[in-house]
C-alpha cells in the first residue's frame, strides 16, 4: 500500500488550496481516510476524515474551511483548504485506516507529506 | 474531545539503555485504541504499536507497549542508534482523533 499526496505550495492569507493523495497498491474504496497536518517543529494534528460511505469529520479547528472529499474511480483523496491562515502552515499527511471492516482503526501507511505554506 | 499528555517532553538516553515513555489521557480510551508512532526528521510517522499493545509488522520486539483506561507507556528494552526519534501516542478510539505532544528521544 502507498499513498503519495501532492498540491502544495505557497498560498497568501484567504487565499484556496487543494490538496491530492494518490492510492495504491490497495482497495482504495473500502478503506476510511485521513489527513493529518505538522506544523514545523511541532505535533501532529488530525485535520479531517471520510468513510467509505463519504461521511466527514472534522476537528473545530477546520470546520467550515477544508473539505475532504474522495473520489474511488480514481483511487484519489482530496482536501480543498478554503479562508487559509498563517496557522495552517503545515506539512499535510495523508493516512489510511489500517483496517478496513467497520470500527475505529490506528493510521497505515502514510504518505509523505506535501508543505503548505500561508504567507504573504 | 480526548487529550493525550505525553512524558517527558525530551529523554536523553545512550544507546543499550532502557526508554520508558508515557502517554496519559484526560479519559479512559475506548477499548485500548491507542496507537505508537515513531518519527525522525524529514520522514512521515511510522506506526509501531496498535491495540497498546500489539506491535506492527516489522517492528523490532525490544519495543513494547502496555497500559490500558487511561495511562499508556511504550517501552524500548535497550536503545539502537536508529531508535533515536520522536515517538507521538494516538487514541483512535472516539473522534475527534488526538495525538499526544510527543517525547523526543535523543543520544546523551
Known amino acids: 500500500a502507498q499513498l503519495v499526496e501532492s498540491g502544495g505550495g505557497l498560498v497568501q492569507p484567504g487565499g484556496s488550496l487543494r490538496l491530492s493523495c494518490a492510492a495504491s497498491?490497495?482497495?482504495?474504496?473500502?478503506?476510511?481516510m485521513h489527513w493529518v497536518r505538522q506544523a514545523t517543529g511541532k505535533g501532529l494534528e488530525w485535520v479531517s476524515g471520510?468513510?467509505?460511505?463519504?461521511?466527514?469529520y472534522y476537528p473545530g479547528s477546520v470546520k467550515g474551511r477544508f473539505t475532504i472529499s474522495r473520489e474511488n474511480a480514481k483511487n484519489s483523496l482530496y482536501l480543498q483548504m478554503n479562508s487559509l491562515r498563517a496557522e495552517d502552515t503545515a506539512v499535510y499527511y495523508c493516512?489510511?485506516?489500517?483496517?478496513?471492516?467497520?470500527?475505529?482503526?490506528?493510521?497505515?501507511?502514510w504518505g509523505q507529506g506535501t508543505l503548505v505554506t500561508v504567507s504573504s | 474531545e480526548i487529550v493525550l499528555t505525553q512524558s517527558p517532553g525530551t529523554l536523553s538516553l545512550s544507546p543499550g539503555e532502557r526508554a520508558t515513555l508515557s502517554c496519559r489521557a484526560s479519559?479512559?480510551?475506548?477499548?485500548?485504541?491507542l496507537a505508537w508512532y515513531q518519527q525522525k526528521p524529514g520522514q512521515a510517522p511510522r506506526l509501531l504499536i496498535y491495540?497498546?499493545?500489539s506491535r506492527a509488522t516489522g517492528i523490532p520486539d525490544r519495543f513494547s507497549g502496555s497500559g490500558s483506561g487511561t495511562d499508556f507507556t511504550l517501552t524500548i528494552s535497550r536503545l539502537e542508534p536508529e531508535d533515536f526519534a520522536v515517538y507521538y501516542c494516538?487514541?483512535?478510539?472516539?473522534?475527534?482523533?488526538?495525538f499526544g505532544q510527543g517525547t523526543k528521544v535523543e543520544i546523551k
Open positions: 471520510i468513510d467509505t460511505a463519504g461521511h466527514t
Open positions: 493516512a489510511r485506516e489500517a483496517i478496513a471492516v467497520g470500527g475505529t482503526y490506528w493510521f497505515d501507511p
Open positions: 479519559q479512559s480510551v475506548s477499548r485500548s485504541s
Open positions: 491495540g497498546a499493545s
Open positions: 497498491g490497495f482497495t482504495f474504496s473500502s478503506y476510511d
Open positions: 494516538q487514541q483512535y478510539g472516539s473522534s475527534p482523533r488526538t
